[in-house]
């Protein structure tokens, strides 16, 4: 099961973290000692060799290897490589976890829809909830070696109480030679509870629906953790992690000796029989190597795997307990201490009295503002952009002469209204009147700004413009006919 030291970092002190360095289960040391100690023993033969064995020449020669690995052994991207495969396995860690399927909600739903406190309904309501259950154990026992080794055979199964003898006896004749049949048990839920609404115990016309939902939902995760166990992480992906790091330390255990004669003067003159940097350059990348080896997988039995034994016996315990005893024995109904009350104020105890804080009303909650700034008002501020809208408004009659002409001209009609463009907006004179003229009219008195009846003016004068240009397109047209 994963190590949990939550306890440890509640609060943050000095040396919260160095705390957790002397924990042994799950920690570095754990993962990583035989391979520090195969390296460590490596090196001092190395070094052994090269003082006493070695002769003058032999030493020279071994001087330009060490130079060679020292120089060479960079290159290899360590840090990236192990960094981006650690990080994508840590969340492949996390993602699979969020897969293992619940059974809470489904429980909760069969228990609200599904009536009738007899034998019968108790055996409907305990059977399905039993059917979620075994779904999830066969998926479990065939990707999980801790729940494997649990239930080695079907006959344990029947031994611990998720299928009985009939059952089991209809679950092997389905073909399984192609294919895992884990899914079984959710086709003897989905007819069981078809049976159910035939009976008519389920009186919500939605019942059934809501539980088909959750329902569906807890089949998904069961397949996806199939899928989990099916596609892993590319194999390539984990041989260049695993070659690259041990390539490394390999040529580290030439490329970082003591040498007699070196062209790096830290190496001729500090002799150091323990190569402590080299070593923590080896706690932390085959730290991570360590670490992504034991999340890849984590339905083993890890420390940081799952601890999936005690997820199946929950699930079986709380599936019984919603659908059946909890149902027999709710509690009465009865007022709280607080009833009569319009502003509880709830206790504390002296040990977390101190915990009780101020609330908290935004940062402005507190800001005072002067009397007299407090009066509305409406500010004449013009809009960006009306400086490009005035222009067109202003210079469409001197670049267009023949609007004016064109209006009079067309059919020598002595209705049509004329125009003016004062400078404050546009103002339209003729002798019918409208609904629209008269509330124009009316609205001359009110406190409108002069940008918005420049706004007004220079639309309705484009309408006005596109009108006179189609009408002056047709008129050839109709004096030829």
């Excluded at 267009?400 to 404050?424: E, Q, T």
């Excluded at 406190?447 to 008129?475: H, M, N, Q």
């Amino acid at each position: 099961m994963t190590v949990s030291y939550q306890y440890d970092v509640a609060s943050s002190t000095s040396g919260g973290f160095t705390r957790l360095l002397f924990k042994w289960k799950g920690s570095l040391y754990k993962l990583i000692y035989r391979e520090l100690f195969l390296f460590c023993l490596g090196y001092a033969c190395m070094s052994c060799i090269y003082r006493f064995v070695f002769t003058e020449p032999q030493k020279r020669r071994f001087e330009v290897a060490v130079l060679y690995c020292d120089t060479y052994m960079n290159y290899i991207p360590l840090s990236f490589i192990l960094g981006f495969y650690v990080s994508f396995v840590a969340s492949r860690w996390w993602q699979q976890y969020m897969a293992i399927p619940w059974p809470d909600k489904i429980i909760h739903a069969i228990a609200l829809h599904i009536t009738g406190y007899d034998d019968k309904g108790r055996m409907m309501r305990r059977t399905l909830a039993r059917y979620i259950n075994l779904s999830l154990v066969l998926i479990l026992r065939s990707i999980s070696s801790p729940l494997k080794k649990r239930f080695p055979t079907l006959d344990h199964l029947v031994e611990a109480g998720f299928i009985t003898s009939t059952e089991l006896g209809i679950y092997k004749l389905v073909p399984n030679k192609e294919f895992n049949t884990y899914w079984v048990p959710c086709t003897w839920f989905t007819a069981l509870l078809k049976d159910i609404k035939a009976q008519k115990r389920i009186p919500d016309p939605m019942g059934v629906k809501h539980i088909m939902e959750e329902f569906l939902e807890f089949r998904a995760k069961c397949g996806l953790l199939w899928c989990y166990d099916w596609v892993s992480i590319p194999l390539v992906y984990t041989q260049v992690v695993t070659i690259a790091t041990y390539a490394f330390f390999l040529a580290a255990i030439v490329g970082r000796q003591f040498v007699e004669k070196s062209p790096y003067a830290y190496k001729a003159k500090l002799d150091l029989y323990i190569p402590f940097f080299t070593i923590l350059q080896f706690f932390f990348y085959m730290g991570l190597l360590k670490v992504a080896e034991q999340l890849i997988n984590p339905f083993g039995d890890d420390d940081e795997d799952f601890e999936l034994n005690w997820i199946i016996d929950r699930h079986m315990k709380v599936s019984y307990l919603i659908v059946d005893t909890l149902l027999l024995r709710t509690p009465p109904l009865s007022r709280d201490i607080f009833y009569d009350d319009e502003s509880p104020v709830l206790p504390y105890t002296e040990a977390s009295a101190e915990f009780k804080k101020r609330t908290y009303r935004g940062s402005v909650a507190n800001m005072v503002i002067p009397e007299d700034k407090q009066n509305l008002i409406l500010p004449d501020i013009e809009e960006e952009g009306e400086d490009e809208e005035r222009r067109p408004s202003s210079n469409l009659t001197s670049q267009h002469p023949s609007v004016m002409s064109s209006v009079n001209n067309v059919g020598g009609s002595k209705d049509l209204r004329s125009l003016s463009v004062p400078d404050d907006g546009l103002t339209l004179v003729g002798r019918s009147s409208s609904p629209y003229a008269t509330r124009r009219e009316s609205s001359k008195s009110a406190p409108l700004s002069r940008s918005s009846s420049r706004r007004t003016g220079t639309a309705v004068l484009g309408v006005l413009y596109w009108l006179l240009g189609r009408i002056k397109a047709f008129l050839p047209r109709i004096r030829r006919r």
